[in-house]
């Protein structure tokens, strides 16, 4: 899984899933949802025709139907998003260490010290409405859009930099000395500009964005029914043609047990499912199925509510997580991950970046468990932790929809229980309500997505104490409500430093504390799980390596490469 959590639900989409079914997705609904699908020429028991030209995807899970808006100043922006739409400045470069590379900006520099970036666009970029991208759309996003959107009383994405135009297609932009970001380049590179003689003119409100929106991808939209989205490729966009896929539908699908079936029948051909032994149950199924994890900057793991009793106590949650077998827990629900290291940072990824005493994964200490509650003057009474004539019964919450983190909930009560003797109160909320619970503080622990970032000073930035909120009060980062001045100074130099081996060692002693005091409990990594049908499409590798695009079909400069490498397979 990839984390949807807070502000980041809209790119890295996590999967749910069916019980029994060994298949993950990200909802559950009725399966008798009508669903359109199939690249091959004929038809679908609801009578659509599809032919070689068309790739049906999916990336949400299973969902009744989509909403008619792409703005992405309105609440109520569809689910296929904006992604679709609008490029990104830079390409972030996942098989080749997340470098950063040009895309609809040809060049860029980045001062960190100096708090400046400044990126040249492409002179060959165009607006699907034949107008040129230029530095007046990047300017109108960053600067003129957030205070349009406030004035109009609209949502809007606000920066932490300004913009300002240096030529028809050089922009700058500048970070204030308080806002000083290590990563600025991927906040930059990060940022899809948007139509400046669309957008201006609209109340942003109310407008929809629905009547064929001006797009900077390869892609416009051709139709839209609530159960399917329909994608036309341009043929004059700035990264070269797309030879043989000619449209792309964004289909919807009941459950996911169903997204599994339409994947083996080559009615759906690429989607984001995880599925249970997929070698055998997927692969292997028919010539040409592929399918692929994808490690991601992250892992999930639990987390606890520091801003009240008990877990305000770091032997609690010390004591929680020496009590908890992670590979028992996998056993319970296996989808190939395996436990990491108590850090959340995969030695895969981070290398010697990861303090060498800490590389190993967490491994369970029932005896240490019970030792450090008593040491901190806990005892268990009915179930429930004790301590100076108080009782404390826990809660424990995850995501309904997950079924993994839905049966290894199962099996941390049971741990806890048999350990410990916690009696543990498991609630399985559906994924719409629990992450704005999570951010008031309404849980005593949870799973969720730990340690994130490709830059050491930014990986525990959601620890930082000038985001934690009152309990009852919700809170845009920091839902643990994590409260640790030396942390924070840690984590402040780390952010500051430019200094690769000082940055190391500010790392190790991050690590080291964040592990001490037990802030979170890592499970295993974070990753994609993505699988692609051999019934109608060919031409990606078995194996995702540098160089090769990742088949997300996300909205991004890999999707758009993906695309152009796909070949029918009739």
């Known amino acids: 899984m990839a984390d949807p959590r807070l502000a980041r639900r809209s790119l890295f989409l996590a999967a749910a899933a069916v019980a029994g079914s060994g298949v993950l997705a990200s909802c559950s609904f009725d399966k008798s949802t009508s669903t ?45 998003g904006t992604g679709y739409l609008y490029e990104t400045l830079l390409w972030n470069d996942r098989l080749n260490a997340n470098k950063l590379s040009p895309w609809l900006a040809k060049e860029f520099t980045f001062d960190r010290a100096a708090r400046t970036m400044t990126i040249t666009l492409r002179d060959d970029a165009k607006w699907s409405d034949g107008k040129p991208i230029t530095a007046d759309d990047v300017v109108y996003t960053v600067v003129e859009m ?58 942003l409100a109310t407008w929809t964005n629905a009547d064929a929106p001006v797009t900077s991808t390869p892609l416009t939209l051709e139709r839209f029914t609530p159960q399917q989205v329909t994608f036309a490729v341009r043929d004059d966009h700035f990264n070269g043609p797309i030879p043989h896929v000619k449209k792309v539908n964004w289909v919807t699908f009941g459950s996911a047990d169903v997204g599994k079936n339409l994947l083996l029948q080559g009615k759906m051909d690429l989607a984001t499912l995880s599925i249970q032994n997929s070698e055998d149950t997927f692969v292997k199924q028919t010539e040409g199925n592929k399918y692929w994890t994808l490690y991601a900057n992250s892992a999930e793991g639990f987390f606890f509510n520091c801003g009240k009793a008990p877990f305000n106590d770091v032997a609690v949650r010390k004591a929680v997580y020496q009590a908890i077998d992670t590979d028992k827990i996998h056993a319970l629900y296996d989808i190939g991950l395996p436990s990491i290291s108590p850090t959340g940072l995969d030695p895969q990824i981070w290398g010697d970046w990861v303090k060498p005493s800490l590389t190993e994964p967490h491994r369970a200490d029932t005896e240490a468990a019970k030792k450090t509650l008593a040491d901190a003057g806990w005892t268990v009474q009915g179930g429930n932790l004790t301590k100076d004539g108080k009782s404390y019964p826990i809660s424990y919450k995850t995501v309904a929809d997950y079924t993994n983190w839905s049966t290894w909930a199962d099996g941390v009560k049971d741990q806890l229980k048999t350990v410990l003797g916690i009696d543990i109160k498991v609630l399985k909320v559906p994924d719409a309500q629990i992450w704005e619970q999570y951010n008031k503080g309404e849980f005593d622990m949870g799973m969720t997505w730990v340690a994130s970032g490709t830059h050491m000073g930014f990986v525990y930035s959601d620890l930082d104490s000038k985001q934690a909120m009152p309990v009852g009060e919700e809170a845009s980062a920091n839902p643990g409500r994590v409260k640790d001045p030396e942390l924070d100074a840690l984590l402040a130099k780390a952010q500051a430093e430019t200094d690769e081996a000082k940055l190391k060692e500010l790392g190790y002693q991050i690590q080291q504390l964040v592990v001490d005091k037990a ?31 990742v088949p997300l079909p996300y909205g991004t400069a890999d999707t758009w490469m993906m695309l152009q490498k796909l070949v029918p397979v009739r």
């Open 36 to 80: 359109s699908t199939g690249a091959t020429s004929g038809s679908t028991p609801g009578g659509k025709q599809f032919t070689v030209d068309t790739l049906n995807v999916n990336s949400f899970g299973p969902r009744p139907s989509f909403v008619n808006n792409f703005s992405p100043s309105s609440p109520a922006e569809g689910v296929v």
């Open 146 to 203: 957030p205070k349009q959107a406030e004035k109009q009383k609209a949502n809007a994405e606000t920066f932490d930099f300004t913009a300002t135009k240096v030529d028809d297609l050089t922009v700058t932009f500048t970070w204030p000395e308080d806002k000083a970001n290590a990563e600025g380049d991927r906040a930059v590179g990060n940022l899809r500009p948007k139509p400046k003689h669309v957008y201006e003119k609209q109340n």
């Open 519 to 549: 802030y979170i409990g890592p499970v295993n990594p974070g990753a994609n799980f993505i699988e692609m049908s051999g019934k109608n499409w060919t031409g990606l590798p078995d194996k995702l390596e540098a160089g090769s695009p």
